[in-house]
């Protein structure tokens, strides 16, 4: 028999696996958006999430895997709300709609919980030197992302200032910067300001 052919308690244990790794995501996400994450300690997600040490460490190896964890989740449903949105806009869209369309699906992802973005934006930075390499990796994924998806649209009738990977690297450096400097002004604009703001800022990229 299998782990999947397993039961317990009336459910498969991989079920159970994937919900107890679920709360731990979310409860992270949430108390170290809240708190800092240098200011919460491995006892505090377990007691954020409700479950013990012992099960901690069936997931997990340290505080930073879970963090590392909780923010691939957050870039990883962004990058599926982004690939959904343009897919759905079609090939024969102008450049301006396109990246309006990837910009506005990409900050409501993150937004869509309010600890979501200042994990992703601001807790992250700075941690270790293996959490800098990964965010690293993860801007790559992203320029990926927009040179599949996104610049074959926007840059239809043009060609991209720097090439297709410095391009992809200075936008995602001003929706980095432009969200970190959102998520410390009280009271926040709406999104839709944000989309505002950098939509011709992508459009600058592309010479005619």
């Not at 999430?49 to 997990?60: C, H, M, P, T």
Request: glycine letters at 6%; aromatic letters at 6%.
């Amino acid at each position: 028999m299998t782990i999947v052919e397993r039961q317990y308690g009336g459910r498969a244990v991989t079920e159970r696996k994937a919900e107890r790794r679920d709360r731990f995501l979310r409860a992270a996400t949430r108390i170290f958006a809240e708190r800092g994450y240098a200011n919460c300690s491995l006892a505090d997600v377990c007691a954020a999430a409700g479950l013990s040490k012992r099960q901690f460490y069936e997931e997990f190896s340290t505080r930073e895997d879970v963090l590392i964890a909780a923010y691939d989740r957050i870039q990883d449903e962004a990058a599926a709300a982004v690939t959904r949105a343009m897919a759905e806009v079609g090939a024969d869209v102008d450049p301006r709609t396109a990246i309006t369309v990837m910009f506005g699906a990409y900050l409501e992802s993150i937004a869509a919980e309010p600890h979501r973005a200042k994990l992703a934006f601001l807790e992250v930075v700075g941690v270790s030197e293996r959490m800098e390499r990964h965010r690293r990796e993860r801007r790559h994924m992203w320029a990926q992302v927009i040179e599949r998806v996104v610049m074959p649209l926007a840059a239809s009738t043009g060609r991209l200032r720097g090439g297709p990977g410095m391009a992809t690297s200075a936008l995602i450096g001003a929706v980095n910067g432009v969200a970190h400097e959102w998520l410390l002004t009280d009271p926040r604009p709406p999104v839709t300001e944000l989309t505002d703001l950098l939509v011709p800022v992508a459009l600058a990229l592309i010479e005619s």
